[in-house]
Every structure is written in C-alpha cells, then in structure tokens.
C-alpha cells in the first residue's frame, strides 16, 4: 500500500484545499469561510499523518480520538454547531475517497486489494474522527446545558435578593417620608405659636423649608425609579460634549460642597464628544456626585471623564466618606455588569468580588440624602436609579472601597467616541 500512500501524501494540500471548497459550497457549512486557513485545518494535518501511518504499517503518532476531540472542541469555540461540524468530516470524507478514486484510475495496474484496504482504513479513521468528535460536542452540550441551569438559578436567588431590597428601600423611603412630614408638621405648629421671636421663626422656616425639600428630593426620587423599573424611560442617543456637561455639574454642585467643607474637583477634558442619551448620562452623574458630597464630611470629592479606548469611555466619582459594605458592592457587581481589574485604583477592595451574603445578612438603607454617623451601611433611592440608568446605556459599574477612607464609582459606556 505504499504507493496509495505516496500519492496521497503528494496530494495533501490538493486534499485540504478541496476540502475547504466542498465546505464553502455548502450552504449548511459555509460559516468555514470566516475561518483562516490555519483555523480551518486545525488538527485534521495530524489526522492524515495518522491515515499515512496505518497505510505504511507504521504506529499511530497520536490517539487519533483525543485529537478529533480537540478539533471538535475547536469548532465548538468558533461557535459551528454538530451539524456544521459533522458536514465538513463528510466533505473531508468523500474528498479522500475521490482522491482514491483518481489513484485507481491513474495507476490501472495496482493491486485492487491494496485500494480496497486504503478504503477500509479511510472509512474507519473518519468513523473515529467523527465519533471523537461528536462525543465532544456531546460532552460540551451537556456542560452548557448544567451551566444554564445553574446561571438560571443564580438568576432566580438574584431576582429574590433584589425584591428583597427593594422591599427593604420602600420600607426605609416610607419611614423617611413619615419622619420628614412629622418635622413638618412639628414646624409649621410651631410657627403659630404666639410670642416666637424672629430668631425662633427664622429657625423653624428655615428648618420647614429644609424637610419639604428633602422630602421632594425623596418622593422625585421614588417616582424616577418607579418609572425606570415600569420600562417607561427611553434611550436618545445624542452627540454629547462631555466634558462642558461635567464642567457645568460640578459648578453647580460647588456651592453644596463649600457648605459642607469640602473640595469638588474636575478633570477631563474640556472637550469631549460622544454619543449617547445626555439625560440619563447627567442623571447618573449627578446622582453619584450627590451622594458623594452627603457621605463625606471632610477631604475631596473628585468627578472624572476619560477616554479608555476608541470605543469605550470612563467617568468615575470618588468620594471620601465612610465606604460601602462588602455584600452591597457583592450585590452591585452581580447586577449590573462587573468590569474585573488586575489592581483596584484604592488598594485592597472592601469586598471580595464572590464573596456571597447570609440570607439573614440584612443590608440596612438610611435615609436618603442623610449622613450616615456611627456606621458605613448606605444606599438610597439615588443608587437605585444609577443601577437602572446603566443598565439603560448598556454600561458597566466598577465600585472600589476602602472602609474609612471613601468609594470610587467608575462608569464605563460602551459607546464610540467622536474624534475631537
């Protein structure tokens, strides 16, 4: 059989390109076409050393199951179903059995026992490569198929923890509410009592239109994310300057921060193009700037926008207050779409990325737009309404926090920047 095996060894790129042909004109695999010819060939080489060897009577040089493995699992990552896969060794199949077919035909006076044999080891090598191959696939299907019902339970235990602390959200807005209408009630009682000097009446005005506001912020607040969660918002992309839009933010939340004693910094630059809904994206901004400047009593409030690459851009707002808890960054990063650093901007984060929280963990909410003294558990009405506005502009969170020290919120929009 060595002639047969000569001739084919001489025909092997003939082979591979033939084969490679045959695919491209089916209909059902011509997704071949998008692969390089080294993708294409793969591990199939080596599967015709093996046929070389059997017809020279020479050992195997690989397991030719495990190799027809790996190309099955090659295939599967180029995302070509079975069917796909089981039409190119078909192809490959009825190639080399012409090929044997123009052998006989060229070489009339060869011995038909030896084609005959030839074709006996060709079926049974592509009988192997094909079960090898479809045992991978199998294998692989069965995987997803455990992986989607464990994705879709982690999903279920998701949905039951975010109902959870929507509860607990509505539960700590209510209570705020009737705290921030017990003040007001207690306030404007106050202010008919006869004999109130102006000292007493200018405190008790001011501390009336202090709560209202508070309470308008909270309600306006409710009612933005009631909105969000019942789908009515819609995305408007725009070409947005970026950075006068932040510019103008920051100006006029300086006036906030001067009262509370602290720095508001901006950096970016002064001009920055891109595209996407400016008033979600002002939305977003503003809220985490907010409740930076709530949460810190002291230090530098920083606001931030870059371009990360041509396609995607950063804005980031750290702030110096007390950090989060480590099953709300846990929480946070399961909701919305986790971007994972090899080195976090503040050290060591808080929270450990799997880390998983008790059921009997609660996460308590204080109220929003309040300090928190004496603990560094927070989130309100305005964190909420980020997660959905992100999830809105397909963006990703990155939350950074160090106990003590601050938080860094880091949005990355995955939408192309215009060239300035």
Same mark, same amino acid.
Request: glycine content about 6%; aromatic content about 4%.
């Given at each position: ?22 695919? $491209? ?19 199939? @080489? ?13 050992? /195997? $040089? ?11 699992? +090659?295939?599967? +990552?180029?995302? +070509? ?22 052998? &006989? ?42 992986? &989607? ?12 923890? %975010? ?5 607990? %959200?509505? &539960? ?9 209408? *017990? ?30 506001? =508070? ?12 909105? %969000? $969660? ?10 947005? /300057? ?44 503003? =809220? %985490?700037?907010? =409740? ?33 808890? @480590? ?19 503040? *050290? ?9 929280? @008790? ?8 109220? $929003? ?5 004496? =603990? ?21 969170? /990155? ?12 949005? &990355? ?8």
């Amino acid at each position: 059989m060595i002639p047969v095996a000569a001739y084919l060894f001489s025909r092997r790129e003939a082979i591979m390109s033939n084969w490679r042909t045959a695919c $491209e004109a089916d209909p059902a695999t011509k997704a071949v076409s998008t692969l390089s010819r080294e993708e294409f060939n793969n591990l199939i @080489p080596i599967l015709l050393n093996i046929l070389d060897q059997r017809l020279t009577g020479q050992p /195997d $040089e690989a397991d030719p199951a495990v190799t027809a493995h790996a190309h099955g699992l +090659h295939r599967w +990552h180029k995302a +070509h179903g079975l069917q796909d896969l089981l039409r190119e060794l078909s192809h490959l199949s009825q190639v080399l059995i012409t090929e044997l077919q123009r052998f &006989r035909q060229l070489y009339p006076e060869q011995e038909p026992d030896g084609v005959l044999q030839a074709y006996a080891l060709v079926n049974r090598l592509m009988n192997e490569i094909t079960d090898g191959s479809a045992a991978k696939y199998d294998e692989l299907a069965r995987l997803e198929a455990t992986s &989607r019902a464990t994705s879709l339970q982690y999903s279920l235990d998701q949905m039951e923890e %975010l109902n959870r602390q929507r509860g607990d %959200l509505l &539960r700590t807005s209510s209570h705020d509410l009737r705290s921030g209408f *017990g003040i007001i009630n207690s306030a404007a009682y106050l202010l008919k009592v006869d004999g109130l000097s102006d000292v007493d009446r200018d405190q008790y005005v001011d501390m009336l239109s202090r709560n209202l506001t =508070n309470v308008q912020d909270m309600l306006e607040g409710l009612m933005n994310l009631a909105r %969000l $969660e019942a789908g009515q918002e819609l995305v408007r992309i725009d070409q947005v /300057d970026v950075g006068q839009l932040m510019t103008d933010l920051v100006a006029s939340a300086q006036q906030m921060a001067t009262e509370r004693g602290l720095k508001l910094l901006a950096d970016g630059p002064e001009t920055f193009e891109v595209k996407t809904d400016k008033v979600k994206l002002y939305r977003i901004a503003q =809220n %985490l700037l907010r =409740n930076a400047l709530l949460y810190s009593t002291s230090g530098v409030v920083s606001v931030s926008w870059s371009r990360e690459t041509d396609y995607r851009w950063i804005l980031s707002v750290q702030d110096a207050g007390p950090g989060l808890p @480590p099953g709300l960054v846990t929480l946070f990063a399961s909701q919305l779409k986790p971007t994972v650093e090899p080195t976090a901007v503040l *050290g060591e984060d808080q929270a450990e990325p799997n880390a998983v929280k @008790p059921k009997d963990e609660p996460i308590n909410l204080p109220r $929003e737009g309040t300090p928190v003294k004496g =603990n560094n558990q927070r989130e309100g009405v305005g964190l909420h309404i980020v997660k959905r506005l992100c999830e809105l502009l397909n963006a990703n969170l /990155d939350i950074e926090t160090r106990s003590g020290r601050g938080t860094l919120f880091r949005i &990355r929009l995955s939408t192309p920047a215009i060239e300035e």
